[in-house]
Nanobody, 122 residues
Framework: QVQLVESGGGSVQAGGSLRLSCAASGSSSSINTMGWYRRAPEKQRELVATVRSGGSTNYADSVKGRFTISRDNAKNTVYLQMSSLKPEDTAVYYC????????????????WGQGTQVTVSS
């Protein structure tokens, strides 16, 4: 069972920056994907960014050029550096971890963090 512990949320004015961290414990595979999703009030959860254990990244168009995802494999930790924040970035941000159920499988185990609030005021 993988546990995810998030930190770094908070309140900031538009144009400011925040850094989110998520540490994973209990993982059994060195091949995995970690990432961040968010849910704004009255909206569905959406992808923000993901990073594979090999380093490849994927970003939502809305955050490209403003957010940077990175990871420290030795610490099983993923980071999300958020810059030029906008009020529309206000949401609960959730850490996500996926690993294959067996080597080479296309099916994943998936885990979620408890969420951390990010509020951007105008």
């Amino acid at each position: 069972q993988v546990q995810l512990v998030e930190s770094g949320g908070g309140s900031v004015q538009a144009g400011g920056s925040l850094r989110l961290s998520c540490a994973a414990s209990g993982s059994s595979s060195s091949i995995n994907t970690m990432g961040w999703y968010r849910r704004a009030p009255e909206k569905q959860r959406e992808l923000v960014a993901t990073v594979r254990s090999g380093g490849s990244t994927n970003y939502a168009d809305s955050v490209k050029g403003r957010f940077t995802i990175s990871r420290d494999n030795a610490k099983n930790t993923v980071y999300l550096q958020m810059s030029s924040l906008k009020p529309e970035d206000t949401a609960v941000y959730y850490c996500n971890y996926r690993e294959p159920i067996s080597p080479g499988s296309r099916l994943d185990y998936e885990y979620w963090g408890q969420g951390t609030q990010v509020t951007v005021s105008s």
